[in-house]
């Protein structure tokens, strides 16, 4: 999971991101261009960019 993020975060994209927190709960969320969160990388389950 880690090249595709790297990627997404270099071309500056929006995307729709599903994560697991450390509690077991999944999320659904969009991330927008240019907003700083951390987020563990091994809990991201998938991403998908927005067209």
């Known amino acids: ?3 595709p993020l790297i990627k997404v975060m270099q071309r500056n994209q929006l995307v729709y991101m599903m994560y697991i927190s450390k509690s ?3 999320t659904k969320m969009c991330i927008p261009k240019k907003v700083k969160r951390t987020f563990i990388i091994d809990n991201v389950l998938t991403i998908v960019p927005v067209v």
Do not use: T
């Open 1 to 3: 999971m880690k090249d």
């Open 24 to 26: 077991g709960v999944i």
